[in-house]
């Protein structure tokens, strides 16, 4: 839909809250997400998604706004059943993509990682990912016992960690890669869940290494391991190379993946569980 001046000083004023019931408004660095209370292009009311950088068409957009235009638009399109709660449910879904996961009622975030020490370069990316959600529970398998891991004794803190994963509406499961796949710990803590434990779940999956080559690690694995639960995973995946991880510092780059990551999986949560 191609929008004339008049429209877009619209936009504009629907941004600052002007015209109307006050327009929902989420931004990034490159887009714009927010309810049109009014009528605009023909339409009486809708969901749009702008560039912050006007743009007279597509074909005008640098390749970074099309693709974080296009996530935009994913993630609002997917949260679009949120939209049947009423206005706090339509505040909500139109939350996507902003600078932090948007929690309301229910929704919980738990993040899991197999990072072998208090150290680790893994543990850095969990406790951001934490951060980038605003806050949640961290599961440290490294302080749960071989023995409840492997399902060889009875272990209440294992039970506890594998309910409180079970239970999130998003959970990040974060691992060191060896071998090319995801930690043994980490495939050992899957394993002791319930069949259709991760139904309705959103997942983001997270890695760390050494070197950038198992990118596709998370993809190969990762996503089986957390289907075979029936969880979801959502596209953006969070790898995170020891460049990017330094002296426990997670780097910007890492940290706006995890941001984007985290949008994601906050829309596919409002859907599976609405």
Do not use: N
Request: proline residues 4%.
């Amino acid at each position: 839909m191609l929008l004339d001046d008049d429209e877009w000083r619209l936009l504009d004023r629907l941004r600052a809250g002007e015209l109307g019931p006050p327009a929902v408004v989420v931004e990034d660095d490159l887009t714009r997400t927010l309810v049109c209370p009014i009528t605009m292009g023909g339409m009486p009311g809708h969901t749009l998604v702008i560039t912050r950088r006007h743009a007279e068409t597509v074909f005008d957009l640098t390749v970074e706004e099309a693709q974080a235009h296009g996530a935009a638009v994913a993630a609002a399109a997917r949260a679009r059943p949120a939209g049947r709660a009423g206005p706090a449910g339509r505040r909500a879904a139109a939350a996507l993509g902003a600078g932090r996961v948007w929690s309301t009622g229910a929704m919980s975030l738990v993040v899991v990682h197999a990072g072998e020490s208090a150290s680790s370069r893994t543990r850095a990316v969990a406790v951001a990912a934490l951060e980038a959600g605003g806050g949640g529970e961290l599961v440290e398998l490294s302080q749960l016992s071989a023995d409840g891991l492997l399902g060889r004794a009875a272990d209440p803190a294992v039970d506890a960690a594998v309910a409180a994963a079970s239970g999130a509406s998003v959970l990040v499961l974060a691992s060191p890669v060896y071998r090319a796949t995801v930690s043994g710990a980490l495939k050992a803590f899957l394993d002791r869940f319930a069949t259709g434990a991760l139904a309705g779940t959103a997942v983001v999956l997270v890695a760390t290494a050494a070197i950038p080559e198992h990118y596709l690690s998370l993809d190969t694995s990762g996503r089986a391991l957390v289907a075979s639960l029936e969880g979801w995973t959502v596209p953006t995946v969070v790898y995170a190379t020891s460049d990017q991880v330094v002296d426990g510092q997670v780097s910007e780059a890492v940290r706006d993946r995890l941001t984007r990551a985290l949008g994601e999986a906050s829309a596919v949560a409002r859907t599976t569980r609405t």
